[in-house]
């Protein structure tokens, strides 16, 4: 079910906008990469960014919601399939 841009929700298509790059790298170096350690990745990359930023840019993306599986499963057709991500 897509209900934003192609993606499940607004944050994980967020994610992807942002990250989606960086994800396709860690998964171009490390094939045993899973959505677990994709979002483990990222997670503390944001935990950085949240720790440096202000308040307000906290509250514009619900963690929580991000579908890390589709955006894994989406990555990695890409990458190891040679699909369109």
Same mark, same amino acid.
């Given at each position: 079910?897509?209900?934003?841009?192609?993606? &499940?929700?607004?944050?994980?298509?967020?994610?992807?906008?942002? @990250?989606?790059? &960086?994800?396709?790298?860690?998964?171009?170096?490390?094939? #045993?990469?899973?959505?677990? &350690?994709? #979002?483990?990745?990222?997670?503390?990359?944001?935990?950085?960014?949240?720790?440096?930023?202000? #308040?307000?840019?906290?509250? @514009?993306?619900?963690?929580?919601?991000?579908?890390?599986?589709?955006?894994?499963?989406?990555?990695?057709?890409?990458?190891?399939?040679?699909?369109?991500?």
């Amino acid at each position: 079910m897509t209900d934003y841009n192609g993606w &499940t929700n607004r944050n994980t298509w967020l994610i992807n906008l942002h @990250f989606g790059d &960086t994800i396709r790298e860690e998964m171009e170096e490390d094939a #045993s990469n899973t959505a677990e &350690t994709i #979002s483990n990745y990222i997670l503390d990359i944001l935990q950085y960014q949240e720790d440096n930023a202000h #308040s307000i840019i906290r509250d @514009f993306i619900d963690i929580s919601g991000i579908n890390w599986q589709e955006i894994y499963e989406t990555i990695a057709l890409d990458v190891f399939v040679g699909g369109e991500a």
